[in-house]
């Protein structure tokens, strides 16, 4: 994934027949990113094949293995790299390089690539569909000029659309927030007057690397204008309707994201990634469930430890979730995900109720270097009246 292995799959349903929907043109909008650093065997060629247990050291730019500096040009990384390009259905859009200025370490340097664009005439309507499926990024969006009609997140469309009011100069709020593995459809309606309106990922500072503003991509408005309406209300899907009533939550857990550099418990990789204070283990199941039952979730980002300062995007396999509150702030109802951003210090409140499939799955930070080094942990759904008890 962290060299282009992934892309979007689209799947139909009753959203698609939507009259207004269904008129609309459709622009998937796929972001990945590609790491890289100098090659071990030509200097001229840059590639991500990092040795065994070689760790790159953001700060001092050199690589370790087993703590000791080597000659290595590149090792595994939780996030930066030599050179970082960011794409959009392929094609590279923005750039970034490791800064090895002392103080500038977690601060790549930035450089803007030319977008691709797309044209729509005044008046139209047109579906976005997008994949945050880079790494390591979390992207707050604004489109330019133009309000923002959200229909869906991570798949499940909302009963009604909701409108995203076009930001004002000076406004650094974004519009919708993608984090990595967050997926999203929007319309946009082009603006009355012709011209070049960009979609821009706003900077953040939310995690350990500095994220600049980035163009993903621009909208050329232009053309004989068109009157194309906006729907109101969806279809609602069905199989996570009806929502979950606060008196059916059998069980309330925490769960929490937490971070420690330097690592006390992965000491190959020098930074602790944990999960309730505890780092991944393929053999042990600290949540067992039942098919059925509903849970209420408090997953939090802690900074007690050292370096936990970054949020961290919060993702479980198999079911999707009603996000309920993020940090004390109530979601508007079906909220639908299973993916959300959580920030350093905050909590985030979910309700799921485990449909259909029995059997072990996880749960994990969507930060894939963070997943890889530990931030991850096994569930168990039994069926309904079964325990954990061995038979003989």
């Not at 000491?267 to 509903?294: C, F, M, Q, R, W």
């Not at 959300?340 to 072990?360: E, L, M, P």
């Amino acid at each position: 994934m962290g060299s282009g292995l992934a892309g979007p799959i689209i799947i139909r349903g009753a959203i698609d027949e939507v009259p207004e929907i269904k008129a609309a043109r459709e622009i998937v909008l796929a972001v990945q990113d590609i790491g890289l650093f100098p090659s071990e065997d030509d200097p001229n060629v840059w590639q991500y094949l990092p040795v065994q247990n070689a760790i790159w050291q953001t700060f001092g730019g050199f690589v370790t293995i087993f703590g000791k500096r080597t000659n290595l040009r590149g090792g595994f990384t939780t996030g930066d790299y030599a050179l970082h390009y960011f794409l959009l259905n392929g094609e590279p859009f923005f750039k970034e390089e490791h800064d090895y200025t002392p103080g500038k370490e977690t601060e790549p340097k930035g450089t803007q690539l030319p977008v691709q664009r797309f044209t729509i005439a005044p008046g139209e309507v047109v579906r976005f569909r997008m994949l945050n499926g880079a790494t390591d990024n979390m992207m707050p969006i604004v489109v330019d000029g133009h309000d923002m009609y959200l229909t869906a997140m991570d798949g499940v469309n909302f009963p009604e659309t909701r409108v995203i009011l076009e930001r004002q100069p000076g406004d650094t709020t974004e519009q919708v927030l993608v984090a990595t593995g967050n997926r999203t459809d929007f319309l946009i309606k082009g603006n009355a007057k012709p011209g070049i309106y960009r979609i821009r990922q706003l900077a953040q500072s939310a995690q350990f690397l500095k994220s600049d503003e980035k163009v993903v991509a621009e909208i050329e408005v232009t053309g004989p204008p068109k009157n194309m309406a906006v729907p109101t209300k969806l279809p609602i899907p069905s199989r996570l309707y009806p929502l979950i009533k606060p008196e059916e939550v059998k069980n309330v857990r925490m769960i929490e994201f937490m971070t420690s550099t330097p690592g006390m418990i992965n000491l190959v990789t020098g930074g602790d990634y944990l999960v309730n204070n505890a780092i991944y283990n393929e053999k042990e199941v600290p949540v067992v469930t039942h098919l059925d039952d509903v849970e209420e979730w408090w997953i939090k980002v802690g900074t007690g430890h050292p370096g936990g300062d970054e949020g961290h995007p919060f993702h479980i396999h198999v079911n999707s979730f009603e996000v309920i509150s993020v940090d004390g702030k109530p979601l508007p109802p079906g909220t639908i995900q299973d993916t959300v951003w959580v920030g350093a210090g905050q909590t985030v409140v979910i309700r799921q109720r485990y449909k259909q499939h029995v059997g072990k799955s996880v749960f994990h930070c969507h930060i894939l270097p963070h997943e890889d080094t530990g931030m991850m942990s096994n569930f168990l759904i039994l069926p309904p009246g079964e325990d954990m008890t061995h038979k003989h």
